[in-house]
Nanobody, 118 residues
Framework: QVQLVESGGGLVQAGGSLRLSCAAS????????MGWFRQAPGKEREFVAA????????DYADSVKGRFTISRDNTKNTIYLQMNSLQPEDTAVYYC???????????RGQGTQVTVSS
């Protein structure tokens, strides 16, 4: 059973920063690609960022390129999403997932709320 637990969400003013964390059960973590997606009320699920099992390869949505950075620490079974220059349109529930994409993901966490005020 894959378990993912996100943390680090909160309320921040526009221009501020937050760092999200996602702790995964060790059995699935070390060789699995993982990522983040978000979902705002009334909107479709949106891919945010992904990282390969080794951590050497990353991918970002155009809307967050240059502002967000995904990383992983395989010694801690954790991935991170550093979010800088946050804007109100970044407000959403953020989920981490395991898998090659948000379409084929094997599991996701419970989500963490990020709210950016203007």
């Amino acid at each position: 059973q894959v378990q993912l637990v996100e943390s680090g969400g909160g309320l921040v003013q526009a221009g501020g920063s937050l760092r999200l964390s996602c702790a995964a059960s060790a059995r699935t973590f070390n060789t699995s690609p993982m990522g983040w997606f978000r979902q705002a009320p009334g909107k479709e699920r949106e891919f945010v960022a992904a990282i390969s099992g080794s951590g050497y390869s990353t991918d970002y949505a155009d809307s967050v390129k240059g502002r967000f950075t995904i990383s992983r620490d395989n010694t801690k079974n954790t991935i991170y999403l550093q979010m800088n220059s946050l804007q109100p349109e970044d407000t959403a529930v953020y989920y981490c997932y395991v898998g090659a994409s948000i379409v084929t993901m094997r599991a996701r966490g419970q989500g963490t709320q990020v709210t950016v005020s203007s």
